[in-house]
């Protein structure tokens, strides 16, 4: 097995950068994942963030946390858990409305230091997208444009923590499956491993690497992408020891935005090629909610239903 793609978004300012954006190129075609250093995002904050982070799960999640696995009787499972997740997690909204001020039991300067780190991921977010275009053949921009619905894009952040779990191989930290939406830059603890993806039917181990931001691709971009892109299974195996912080900010589409091949990306020439569906993205949201941890080929199926029963017309938005 090759090893998991770590880029050095440095090497993109120099005469490495052919090279680092077919390293690029290679991750979305072949992996769906990979991992950046040198991404420009202080490490002080990242720090601080990490440590607000841990100290709010401590103080104002863990009891909740121990109190639910008391309630569901998990401590003493006997077989496979398949309904539940071994996980803590809150959601902060960051596009297009912040909500950040209305989360309870969060200090001042957690949702300053928040704040701003997911100011400089929506940044990073979208330079990642102007790359994804560059390696396409797609004209700059292109990305972030599809996304943008009546209120531009929507962004928000899963706050996680994945306590020791006295029975990881019955109960997961998370279940696989994968992301419905865009691109998702995940800040993860770098001592507490627990993140996998599947590669050529195997589960691969995405490294923890300190103030390193791991990147993935949602289902959206490999629509976008005809496929060329995919989203990949990935999970999250709980630990006998350690508590495992993760932070996943997601970038997607606006609710409104219609999604669909990019018409440069799909092949004049090739009549039988399979051709991905057109449709809402909240359309699509409100089906991944009901099935996020089955296989994403009927949810693309579905919307291809939906498309036809819509008839060749635009897809209406509002």
Avoid at 112 to 121: D, N, Q, S, T
Avoid at 240 to 260: E, H, K, L, Q, W
Avoid at 295 to 317: C, L
């Amino acid at each position: 097995m090759e090893s998991f793609p770590v880029i050095n978004m440095e090497t993109l300012n120099g005469e490495k950068r052919a090279i680092t954006m077919e390293k690029i190129k290679d991750a979305c075609e072949n992996w769906g994942f990979f991992e950046i250093v040198n991404h420009g995002i202080p490490h002080e904050l990242m720090d601080t963030v990490e440590k607000l982070t841990k100290g709010h799960y401590k103080t104002c999640m863990e009891q909740r946390f121990r109190e639910l696995v008391a309630s569901r009787g998990l401590e003493g499972v006997d077989s496979e858990v398949t309904d539940i997740d071994w996980e803590s997690t809150f959601f902060i909204r960051h596009l297009p409305d912040s909500n950040i001020s209305q989360i309870p039991d969060l200090e001042d300067s957690y949702r300053a230091a928040m704040k701003e780190f997911v100011g400089r991921l929506e940044k990073l977010a979208e330079d990642l997208l102007d790359l994804f275009c560059e390696n396409l053949g797609l004209e700059k921009g292109y990305l972030k444009k599809a996304f943008y619905g009546a209120r531009g894009p929507t962004f928000g952040t899963k706050v996680s923590n994945y306590p020791p779990c006295p029975k990881p191989e019955l109960i997961k930290g998370l279940r696989a499956h994968t992301d419905a939406g865009g691109i998702i830059l995940l800040f993860q603890d770098d001592k507490v491993s627990g993140l996998q993806l599947l590669k050529d039917d195997q589960w691969v181990d995405v490294p923890p690497m300190r103030h390193s931001i791991v990147i993935n691709l949602g289902d959206q971009l490999e629509v976008i992408t005809n496929g060329k892109y995919k989203s990949v299974l990935h999970r999250v195996v709980a630990q006998t020891d350690g508590n495992r912080m993760s932070i996943a900010s997601f970038y997607n589409p606006g609710r409104d935005a219609v999604i669909y091949p990019a018409p440069e990306l799909v092949e004049k020439e090739a009549a039988d090629e399979e051709v991905y569906p057109k449709f809402v993205f909240e359309d699509y949201m409100k089906l991944y909610t009901e099935v996020k941890f089955q296989p994403k080929e009927p949810r693309f199926e579905a919307m291809k239903a939906m498309e036809a029963s819509h008839g060749s017309g635009p897809i209406a938005t509002a």
